[in-house]
């Protein structure tokens, strides 16, 4: 059974940092691209970070670019997304994700989902 279950979320203020984890269970990990993708209030869905399966492309939004990395730990079967500089724009509940096609991360439409983790960054 595929489960992917993320942690690390919390509340922090304005410029402070989060660090998520996503671990992995049911399959293997080498063959998944991952994503990490959050959901705020009267939003849409979107992608934050993704990663393909052996790390070698990496893509970020814009909006978090120089202050959000996403890592991999293939053996240990998690993933993590450090999150810095945090603003209150980055409230959202927090997803990781993953898929065997690239595509799909890219396209937000993974087949394999975690239940999510709030981020509230306020003062």
């Known amino acids: 059974q595929v489960q992917l279950v993320e942690s690390g979320g919390g509340l922090v203020q304005p410029g402070g940092s989060l660090r998520l984890s996503c671990a992995a269970s049911g399959f293997t990990l080498d063959y998944y691209a991952i994503g990490w993708f959050r959901q705020a209030p009267g939003n849409q869905r979107e992608m934050v970070a993704a990663i393909t399966n052996y790390g070698s492309t990496i893509r970020y939004a814009d909006a978090v670019k120089g202050r959000f990395t996403i890592s991999r730990d293939n053996a240990k079967k998690l993933m993590f997304l450090q999150m810095n500089s945090l603003e209150p724009e980055d409230t959202a509940v927090y997803y990781c994700?993953?898929?065997?096609?690239?595509?799909?991360?890219?396209?937000?439409?993974?087949?394999?989902w975690g239940q999510g983790t709030q981020v509230t960054v306020s003062s």
């Open positions: 994700a993953s898929d065997r096609y690239w595509n799909n991360i890219l396209e937000a439409r993974p087949n394999n």
